[in-house]
Each structure stands twice: as structure tokens, then as C-alpha cells.
């Protein structure tokens, strides 16, 4: 959030297209991904704030002060007193925002304000309460969505409703495996041909791949020695974020480069 996406490296063309064009499609991504996963109100930045669907830069800091100077937001509802932070807006960023010590437990879910009366339509139905309905898997279960059906509220919403309400804030990331790099590999100096290494791909491009080896500079696979046979193209036997387990074809220190081989290791046979 704090890094413009194009210095982290987001593939070999990035400099023979449209600029303008580039940022607005990763901004898009970043965008995206943050409303995919929630932003905690209380603790965000407002760098990460900004990219939340409904809030600039602007209101981004507009929300950080308000919290500076009034104390963390009690409920959604209060983001309403965020100067230049409208009906509008709201309506946008809320469903995007977590507040977890709120009163309100629909508060921590991904569900929008404007359905909170329908899951306490569902809540009365069952003669619950909504706090007693939250998280309560037998009782969700015996919801018939059918029945709540109405208006610009569809099916599909009814069914992400009730989803959300078994695990509210549940964050939809798959688990990350991490690498167990060599604990007696850290720097270039370490590396010797011949050595097995486990890695990390992170990048792929038409001419091989990028692994993180653990040393702080990734090392080239060539598509010429990413498997055991003939690929036309490197994403036919590996992917960004895959664990593969690599040999050191060659290190030059000097010039910070090391040239890695997945032949015969059983990654990209």
C-alpha cells in the first residue's frame, strides 16, 4: 500500500506501455484486493484507507484525523462525522470497513449497513436476536433465503449474506506456505555451484523464471532449464508464489546475478 506497485516489478513491458494507463490498472488491482479482504477502521492507514472503494486520499486523512482527535470510531455508523465524507461515500466504503469493538455485530462482518434489516428480519424470524444469530451455524442453516427475496435484494446477496454471517471478518486469503530457505545461506557469498536450494518463484516471464533463494537477490531459472522437457513457455510447469526446489548453476557476485536449474529436481517435469 505504501510502495507504487510498479517498483516492486510487475513484469519485463511495464515500461513500453501507456503510464497512465499502467497505474490506473494497478491501482485497480491494489483497490480490489483491499475490498476483497476488509480494512480495519481503528487501526488503518491512511495510505491502505485510500484504496478503500468510495475514499481518496482526502477522505483518507479526514478519517485518521478524526480518530486522532475523537478516539477510535465507535460503530460504521460514525464514520457519518468524517468532514467532506458523505451519504455517497458511505455508501461505497462501508460494507469495505471493520469495526470490531462495536455494539453493532454486523459491524465486524462484511455485510452493508443498508442489509442490516434483513438479517434482522432473519434474526426475528428465528426468534433470535442478531448477536445470537451471528456465528450460529445450526440456526443460519435453517434459513430459507427464498423467503427474504425482495426488491434489489436477489438471491445471490441473500446466499453471500448468510455465508458471511457463519464467519463474519473471515479473511478469504488462502494459507501462505513459507520457505524453509537454508540456514546456512544468506548472501551471495554463501552460494556454491552445484548447491540444491529451496525457493520461492516470484516472477515469470517469457524468458524463465525469478526465485527467492533467501539472499536478498533472485536468482534466473531459463526456460531452457525449467524442466525435462521441451515448454514453450515458463507458466506451462510454474507459477508466482510456487515452492520449487532449485540447483546453482553459477554465481557472479560482481554483477549480482545467479543462474538456477529445475532440471531433474521433479518441479517442472
Known amino acids: 500500500m505504501k510502495i507504487d506497485p510498479k517498483s516492486i516489478g510487475v513484469g519485463q513491458y511495464q515500461h513500453d506501455v501507456d503510464q497512465k494507463q499502467l497505474k490506473g490498472a494497478l491501482d485497480g488491482v491494489v483497490e480490489s484486493c483491499v475490498n476483497h479482504v476488509g480494512v480495519d477502521l481503528n487501526s488503518a492507514s491512511a495510505s491502505l484507507l485510500s484504496y478503500v472503494a468510495g475514499i481518496g486520499p482526502q477522505l483518507a486523512r479526514n478519517i485518521v484525523r478524526r480518530r486522532e482527535e475523537r478516539g477510535a470510531f465507535p460503530t460504521r455508523a460514525a464514520l457519518m462525522e468524517v468532514p467532506k465524507l458523505g451519504p455517497k461515500a458511505f455508501q461505497q466504503a462501508a460494507g469495505f470497513l471493520r469495526v470490531h469493538d462495536s455494539p453493532q455485530p454486523l459491524d465486524t462482518s462484511a455485510v452493508h449497513p443498508e442489509r442490516y434489516p434483513v438479517v434482522e428480519r432473519m434474526a426475528a424470524r428465528l426468534g433470535l436476536g442478531v448477536e445470537e444469530l451471528v456465528r450460529n451455524t445450526a440456526a443460519i442453516r435453517r434459513i430459507d433465503p427464498r423467503e427474504f427475496v425482495q426488491g434489489d435484494v436477489g438471491l445471490p446477496t441473500l446466499q453471500d449474506i448468510l455465508t458471511e454471517l457463519e464467519k463474519p471478518g473471515r479473511d478469504p486469503r488462502g494459507e501462505v506456505q513459507s520457505v524453509a530457505f537454508r540456514d546456512d545461506v544468506h548472501s551471495l557469498e554463501d552460494l556454491r555451484e552445484g548447491m ?19 539472499v536478498h537477490q533472485d536468482g534466473l531459472v531459463h526456460v531452457s532449464q525449467m ?23 553459477a554465481v557472479e557476485p560482481e554483477r549480482r546475478r545467479i543462474s538456477l536449474s529445475m532440471k531433474g529436481l521433479g518441479g517442472g517435469a
Open 227 to 249: 524442466a525435462d522437457r521441451r515448454i514453450r513457455h515458463p507458466s506451462e510447469v510454474c507459477a508466482i508464489g510456487q515452492t520449487v526446489q532449485v540447483r546453482v548453476l
Open 196 to 214: 540444491l536450494l529451496p525457493g520461492v518463484i516470484t516472477n515469470v516471464t517469457d524468458f524463465g523464471a525469478f526465485v527467492d533463494v533467501g
